[in-house]
């Protein structure tokens, strides 16, 4: 039972494209995971980070089994570094590569890029394996509202602005999902 106070949270929505997987590889078994797999796993707190976890991997994955030798990503292999502490992304990454308990898992706030705002700074995830490695990094496009990262940073929030926060990261999330991944995020 967890001791935080629960939030209000708006009536649950349809996932956008709910049938989009994530593929990794374990000893040769093929493990595939929608997004509603990853929200299984972390719980209702946090949809955005969760998706912006899918989104990034659902946009690396297939380049680094590109440069793979077999087309194939070990989930295992993969080694996750970004600026991004959130709770919902931490777990969806762990879910599909299992980097938190591996440590191959790292927060690092000196690869925020402070030159795209506060609003994109933090959005870039690192992600390599043994034969490649890329940076995903969260266009500009509308993606994350101002609003909400607003919201987020300010401390004694009333019951309205929790509230307004949960309605804020579904529509976020939605944004995410309506879209291939390609056009969330960039790759470097």
Not at 69 to 82: F, L, Q, S
Not at 117 to 130: D, K, Q
Request: with cysteine.
């Amino acid at each position: 039972m967890s001791n935080h106070p629960t939030p209000e949270r708006p009536e649950p929505t349809p996932i956008p494209n709910p049938g989009r997987t994530l593929t990794v590889w374990e000893d040769g078994v093929q493990l595939d995971f929608t997004f509603a797999d990853c929200m299984k796993y972390h719980g209702p707190g946090f949809p955005g980070g969760v998706a912006h976890a899918f989104a990034a991997l659902g946009r690396a994955l297939p380049e680094l089994a590109a440069r793979s030798g077999n087309g194939r990503v070990e989930r295992r292999d993969i080694r996750v570094r970004t600026p991004f502490g959130g709770p919902g992304a931490r777990d969806a990454f762990e879910l599909v590569t299992r980097a938190v308990t591996g440590e191959r898992y790292a927060v690092l706030p000196e690869l925020a890029r402070p030159e795209r705002g506060n609003t994109l700074a933090r959005y870039v995830f690192e992600l390599s394996t043994p034969e490649a490695s890329v940076t995903c990094v969260l266009r500009d496009d509308g993606i994350v509202a101002d609003e909400f990262i607003e919201l987020t940073a300010k401390p004694d929030k009333t019951a309205a602005e929790l509230a307004h926060l949960e309605v804020l990261k579904l529509e976020m999330r939605d944004r995410i999902l309506e879209r291939d991944p390609a056009r969330v995020y960039d790759l470097e």
